[in-house]
């Protein structure tokens, strides 16, 4: 009782409370999507800082993993119908198939080689996406054909539905990687991330903890992939299998702070204003300079802000908590 | 498929392998020397290409002429590169080193769309349309004035690092930057060489190529990618094997478009970089 009658206990309960309600404060579509899209970033984020944050291995192509589910599930639901409810999970799995051989091939490896090799696996799979469009309709990408308000098929008439199944993932990735961070997986991938010959020597087989940590970022973003085209109702292979997806990927980990359980949470809800303020000021008359913007941020982070924006964050929650009654506490 | 065409295929591969090997020289000497991975070194060639796209239709300069003028620049704006943005991340983690570089990729590359649109750019020159005929194969005069340019330039660069002091001095800080500073060797001088030298030899490839590829804002994305592949099957530092690396990597690409389809030659380039990781990870010339 004392424990969730604490700040420590109460104030998360609180956030999320505020989550909650949130879309019907500004049911405005608008800002609905603008959180359905932050809330699919804090799970590409997040799945992106199993393996790049706590594993040390930079992914420049998640997007990969986004597509396969995206285009594994469209094709699927298109050609027999299957609910999107069920391909979520094959999406994913497929994903986590697709990312075995990366990481048995890579993890051996130190050195630049993980980061190369995701970039060219996107950029392969974009390739063969275009070439062969009698199944995947190339450079037009897929539709989902929309059937309005059919709860079984993923689809809904409003944004709302949309949102807190979104919420949920996000809730549940961050859940997970609060699970991993905690659990021998997560010591050992620290462990490898401090001194890897070390980790090594004391018996851990680092490649193996690398690759599991991929298989299961991958998952989660081939589970996103789908819930996007779900939710988009198109995908493209430019878009889906893009470097300019991964790269924001990235990004949104890198500029929340990599290797902590809220850090991409936070970068995913600072990078989604970002974007968005900039396509408003910018109204998408000056192609370029939006892209350009975000290059700058990248390397002002990197430059300035090496662990994001996590540890300001952190002290303003310690801040806050601690200034917060205590009823259970006072009770005592 | 005949013996002409395929030998049309063969030619074209041996001629771009030319190119990859300079963009994939300047990658490698950067990575050899100041050990960053440079996911921007695509834009050194973007540069390059408009460089010299716009000496030609501002000024009406020859495109190897504009080499004269391009590649000082480059090697102007590598030296800015290293002093502001790689300095500071040098002993950095991997991942500073790479969304550094990944970061310039995207500023560069966004920048050239917002200044120069996404049109396609041609350049046409008198000699665009030369091409020599033996045997049914067919020669076309500007990618073979490419080869040559930049094996030219690659012959230069490596007679510049095995003949003179600076070259030597550059090279003794890419084998032991310790020991290179007990020998009065300045690392940080050598720093900015290097990249000034990388962007200068990768914008030049860029320029060697305008007469007969297109320019647009994205293109060094396909070069980057490439010469990533040829510098890990070349053995990530050596110039050497960078060079007989591009021979097998545009060998195969240009067999790859003839065989599997236009748009799969990539593809197969990047079936060589898996092969590589599986069969020999420290490449043609590692020792492992």
């Known amino acids: 009782m004392n424990r969730v009658l604490s700040p420590q206990g109460y104030v998360p309960a609180v956030i999320l409370l505020v989550l909650v309600v949130l879309p019907h404060l500004m049911p405005n579509p608008f800002y609905v999507h603008i959180l359905v899209m932050m809330a699919i970033f804090v799970v590409l984020g997040q799945a992106w800082n199993l393996i790049g944050g706590y594993g040390g291995q930079l992914s420049l192509g998640h997007a990969a993993f986004f597509g396969t589910g995206a285009y594994v599930s469209t094709l699927l639901v298109n050609a027999h119908g299957i609910s999107p409810w069920l391909t979520m999970w094959l999406g994913g799995i497929v994903a986590l198939f697709l990312s075995l051989p990366v990481g048995i091939i890579c993890f051996r490896l130190q050195g630049p080689y993980f980061a190369i090799a995701t970039i060219g696996l996107a950029e392969a799979l974009r390739l063969l996406v275009l070439h062969f469009r009698e199944i995947t309709n190339g450079a037009q990408g897929l539709t989902v054909p929309f059937k309005g308000n059919a709860p079984w098929l993923l689809q809904f008439d409003s944004k709302f539905p949309y949102y807190y199944i979104a919420l949920v993932m996000a809730v549940a990735t961050v859940l997970i990687t609060r699970r991993m961070e905690r659990s021998r997986l997560g010591h050992y991938l620290v462990a490898i991330g401090q001194n890897q010959d070390a980790a090594e020597a004391l018996g851990i087989d680092s490649s193996r903890a690398k690759a599991k940590a991929l298989a299961l970022s991958a998952f989660i973003t081939g589970v996103a992939g789908v819930f996007y085209a779900q939710y988009t109702y198109v995908i493209h292979p430019d878009g889906v299998f893009g470097l300019g997806l991964s790269v924001q990927i990235a990004l949104v980990a890198i500029v929340g702070g990599v290797g902590t359980i809220l850090g991409p949470a936070i970068g995913a809800v600072i990078m989604e204003c970002f974007i968005q303020s900039t396509q408003i000021i910018f109204a998408g008359q000056y192609p370029g300079l939006e892209l350009m913007v975000y290059g700058g941020l990248l390397v002002a982070v990197i430059l300035w802000r090496p662990r994001g924006v996590f540890p300001w964050f952190a002290r303003l929650y310690g801040w806050i908590v601690d200034h917060l009654p205590s009823p259970g506490a006072a009770q005592a | ?288």
């Open chain 2, 1 to 288: 498929m005949d013996l002409t065409t395929i030998l049309q295929g063969l030619l074209t591969g041996i001629l771009m392998a030319g190119i990859y090997a300079l963009v994939a020289i300047g990658l490698t000497l950067i990575f050899g020397v100041v050990r960053i991975v440079n996911f921007a070194q695509g834009e050194f060639v973007m540069m390059g290409m408009y460089a010299t796209y716009w000496l030609w239709k501002l000024w009406g300069i020859d495109p190897y002429l504009s080499l004269l003028i391009t590649m000082p620049l480059l090697f102007c704006f590598g030296v800015l590169i290293q002093q502001f943005l790689f300095r500071p991340i040098l002993h950095a983690p991997d991942l500073a080193q790479i969304f550094m570089t990944v970061g310039l990729s995207v500023i560069l590359m966004n920048a050239a769309l917002f200044f120069f649109t996404a049109d396609f750019r041609t350049v046409k020159t008198a000699y665009s349309e030369w091409t020599l005929r033996l045997a049914g194969v067919a020669l076309p005069m500007p990618r073979l004035f490419a080869f040559l340019g930049a094996l030219l330039l690659a012959g230069l660069l490596t007679l510049f690092l095995s003949k003179t002091d600076l070259g030597k001095a550059l090279r003794a800080v890419a084998q032991d930057r310790e020991v290179s500073m007990l020998l009065g060797i300045n690392p940080d001088r050598m720093y900015l060489l290097a990249v000034g030298l990388g962007a200068a030899v990768s914008g030049a490839a860029g320029g060697l190529i305008v007469p007969f590829f297109y320019v647009f804002p994205t293109v060094g994305v396909i070069f980057v990618l490439i010469a990533f592949v040829v510098v890990i099957l070349g053995t990530l530092g050596s110039i050497e094997g960078a060079m007989l690396a591009a021979l097998i990597v545009g060998v195969a690409e240009s067999l790859g478009i003839l065989f599997a389809g236009a748009d799969l030659g990539l593809v197969v380039v990047f079936a060589i970089l898996v092969a590589t990781l599986v069969f020999k990870p420290s490449g043609l010339r590692g020792q492992a």
